[in-house]
């Protein structure tokens, strides 16, 4: 008998300890957050950022444990762990598992630059109007976007000025979400499926001869094996900073507005550096030998005309709703 009450007074105090971890009160808690960018990116120096201002803004009732590089697993694992709880935050990349709607962030030539890129990912910015309410109905808090930069196109041959060089040169691009390979095919260029894990093996051998990636992604990780760049940048890449909704919706206020503060802080401080830093990596990229290609409006014009039309197919992703809202506000 007295063993049993020993075990009911401690499935008691089991319980009491998960509603004051629900309600914001009591012991500290400890999160973690991951995302797949290298210890020494800027990527990684924001989210650590993150990390320092949430303990500081709730006086050290929550403690985040930081995994760069996916040491939580593949980013699409990370985001799923977000989704069903079994893990607290992530910056991370849009997984497309469970909402195709999501593939929006992707959307090419939705922003011509930094400016505009930042603009209307803001809180009071168009794109991030509709893509908040679609996280919610997952289940996921969306503090803000931290950006990798715009997508150049890396390759073993070239250079690569205008579209019809793919086409010309017989270029295999290899591709990562359905907005890009619309877009490469729309340009009349092959494309292929390959993993990131498997990219630079690929390039090396000529399974493909180009990919798109910013030029932070295709220097530190690709430079061995890329020739030539492009600024086409086609997609402005984001990382959405998430957690679990039901984790934040159970919070008490002050918490809440606690990690919304350290969000907006670190991505304000975050992207500014990555922004400042992109130039940097293309004068790193010449250095190491690499032929860089900057575009002029008039060559930008016709790989943007190229990515305008392929939304008729990448309509068929996102649905219809969402692409015709996407032509009613992109400039």
Avoid at 243 to 268: H, R
């Amino acid at each position: 008998m007295k063993k049993m009450k020993v075990m009911a007074v401690v499935s008691a105090v089991a319980v009491l300890l998960t509603m004051s971890a629900l309600t914001g009160t009591g012991m500290a808690k400890k999160w973690r957050s991951g995302h797949p960018a290298a210890p020494d990116s800027v990527a990684n120096l924001t989210h650590e950022r993150f990390i320092d201002l949430v303990a500081e803004k709730t006086n050290g009732q929550i403690e985040i444990d930081g995994y760069p590089a996916e040491q939580l697993g593949p980013y699409r694992d990370m985001f799923d762990n977000v989704v069903r709880g079994m893990q607290e935050v992530g910056f991370l990349p849009v997984s497309p598992e469970f909402s195709p709607a999501l593939q929006a962030v992707y959307t090419v030539y939705l922003a011509d630059d930094w400016e505009q890129g930042k603009k209307i990912y803001a809180p009071d910015g168009w794109m991030f109007k509709l893509l908040e309410p679609i996280f919610s109905d997952l289940g996921v808090k969306l503090l803000g976007f931290y950006f990798i930069g715009m997508d150049g196109l890396g390759s073993t041959k070239g250079p690569v000025v205008m579209p019809e060089d793919l086409v010309e040169q017989d270029i295999k691009v290899r591709v990562w979400c359905p907005a890009d390979r619309l877009f490469f095919q729309e340009i009349g260029a092959q494309t292929v499926d390959i993993a990131f894990s498997e990219l630079f093996t690929s390039l090396q051998t000529g399974v493909a001869h180009a990919q798109d990636n910013t030029p932070e992604v295709s220097y530190t990780l690709l430079r061995d094996v890329t020739k030539f760049y492009t600024d086409v940048g086609h997609i402005f890449e984001p990382f959405a900073v998430i957690m679990n909704k039901d984790l934040f919706d159970g919070l008490a206020p002050e918490t809440q507005t606690a990690l919304q503060e350290a969000a907006t802080e670190a991505l304000a401080w975050g992207n500014k550096k990555s922004e400042a830093s992109e130039e940097d990596y293309y004068r790193k990229m010449e250095e190491a030998g690499i032929t860089v290609t900057r575009l002029t409006p008039e060559q930008r014009a016709a790989w943007k005309e190229y990515g305008r039309a392929s939304w008729e197919e990448f309509e068929k992703v996102i649905g219809e709703d969402i692409m015709e809202y996407i032509r009613d506000h992109a400039q």
